[in-house]
């Protein structure tokens, strides 16, 4: 039985400890073959993802990639190479987190690794290439199971009573979706019953359980009537590859449940007119029509 998109996001968490276990080559082999024909944000980039061991990755990027260099130790490795183009960051993060929603469908934990600049990956791996990194992600088998948390959301009553606690109840807390959903203009928080009348409350409660860099949770979302714009937080402490990373993250989970629950929507990178007063922090990186 295929699960469907929300329940793979509610289920799934960042996994720092793994087994020693390696993934049986059956399950790569399944995860290799998704990754070279998933879906991307942009189908003219081209992207060459390898899949490496921990003999040949941990010790070399140990001290270098990783939250303060401290690389996760795991038995696989993935790399995303890019070619460099218009949006190829936001690409990689799109495709890679894709491929590690797919490895959790397939029981493989996984968890994004940060890095600082590709050039450095490239040469401490000896990786013979054109293009560019643009993921590293830790594979295996994680020592801890994470339980699943499900509720239903009660209506008419606001964000308080929503009885669902999906990560709220594990080690990374998410805000609130009224934090970070505004009507027509920045600031103006949408109610649940706004969101579900407009049938967006569902994508967009999945949306906020998207993976972000040090869980910063960048993401606001304006609904302008049938546009909904993307925005994202450029912070002091992360750079613009991990703000266009987190973007991409989070355009596919939203595309994602759209497709379950709505319809069918596709990206638009190209800029838009900001009329709605958002502040100098925040920048517009995509929008949809829906
Ligand atoms: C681009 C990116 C880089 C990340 N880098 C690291 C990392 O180097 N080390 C780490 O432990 N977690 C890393 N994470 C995982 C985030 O901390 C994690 O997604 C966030 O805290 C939310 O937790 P969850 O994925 O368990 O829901 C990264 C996530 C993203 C999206």
Redesign the pocket.
Known sequence: MTMEYKDLIES?????DYKEKEVDAATVKKIRDFAQSCERLDDSIGIDIRFMDNDTVYRQLDGY???KG???NAPHYMIVLSEKKDHYIENG?YV??SISVKAHSLGVDS?????KDSRTVIEKLNIVTDKEVV??M?LGYGKKR?KKVTGNVTLGKGYANADFQV?DS???P?MPLEEIVFLDTWGNKATVDELVNRAVYEPLNYAR?????????PWRFIIDGGLLILTVRDDEDTNL??EQ??AG?VMLYCKKVMRETLCEISWNLEPVENKYNIPDNYKIVASCSM
Do not use: H
């Not at 968890?111 to 890095?115: Q, R, S």
């Open positions: 799934k968490n960042s996994v720092r990639a990783g939250y401290i690389l996760i993060g890679g987190e968890c994004w690794i940060t890095f993921a590293i830790a994470f990560k594990v080690t990374s998410r359980m998207a993976p972000s860099t040090l869980n910063r949770q590859y991990e990373i987190d993250i």
